[in-house]
């Protein structure tokens, strides 16, 4: 795939040096970064909404929302380096990663506060909204702050999603990538 947008070639001033080696920790920029550095306004605006330091909300609760986000967005891209750098650390197997691409909140392999995690990305994407049920059986668990970083994962990973797939952008040499779906027999 070509991207419809050439990356920029770096060097870059100073602070954007310093926000990609601290979240790339070495390795080459993703082309999403690259691509946005096209524009530093926009780079800096973007790099500014991110959502991935040690905020209100447990790594796995964090990576089930952003993953199934984009993975009902359909961005491989997204998903994939996300998997790649956190699926792991955040404890997700190979079936609950297939159920987040394939699956929902019903399939076997969550656990009940998982589903409900996997029921909001799911609600947010389908409805822009999250019924009061639900809205009820996470604020058991999560206050008002983590609550609104919820919400807001969900709308920023839309927004990655929709930068990633129009862009066009090629998936990551090391990420993950989609997994097949289950064949079922007949």
Same mark, same amino acid.
């Given at each position: 795939m070509t991207a419809r947008i050439a990356p920029a070639a770096?060097? @870059?001033?100073?602070d954007v040096e310093a926000a990609l080696a601290a979240v790339m920790r070495?390795?080459?920029? /993703?082309? +999403? @970064?690259t691509t946005l550095l096209r524009d530093l306004r926009l780079a800096r605006k973007f790099f500014a909404g991110?959502? /991935? #330091?040690?905020?209100? +909300? %447990? /790594?796995?609760?964090?990576e089930l929302v952003i993953l199934r986000t984009t993975a009902r967005c359909g961005s491989e891209y997204e998903w994939g380096v996300h998997v790649a750098? @956190?699926? %792991?650390r955040a404890g997700l197997d190979e079936a609950q990663c297939r159920s987040l691409v394939h699956?929902? %909140?019903a399939d076997a392999c969550w656990s009940e506060d998982d589903r409900d995690l996997v029921a909001l990305a #799911?609600?947010?994407?389908?409805?822009? #909204?999250?019924e009061e049920p639900l809205w009820q059986r996470l604020r058991r668990r999560f206050g008002e702050e %983590?609550?609104?970083?919820? *919400? +807001?994962?969900?709308?920023?990973?839309?927004?990655?999603?929709? /930068?990633?797939?129009? *862009?066009?952008l090629p998936l990551e040499a090391d990420a993950a990538r989609f997994p097949a779906a289950e064949a079922h027999p007949s």
């Open positions: 770096g060097p @870059f001033p100073p070495g390795r080459p920029p /993703l082309v +999403l @970064f991110s959502l /991935l #330091d040690r905020g209100h +909300l %447990a /790594l796995r609760e964090r750098a @956190f699926g %792991a699956g929902g %909140a #799911d609600a947010m994407h389908q409805q822009c #909204d999250v %983590a609550m609104l970083e919820l *919400l +807001l994962l969900g709308g920023f990973y839309r927004t990655v999603s929709l /930068l990633t797939n129009a *862009l066009r």
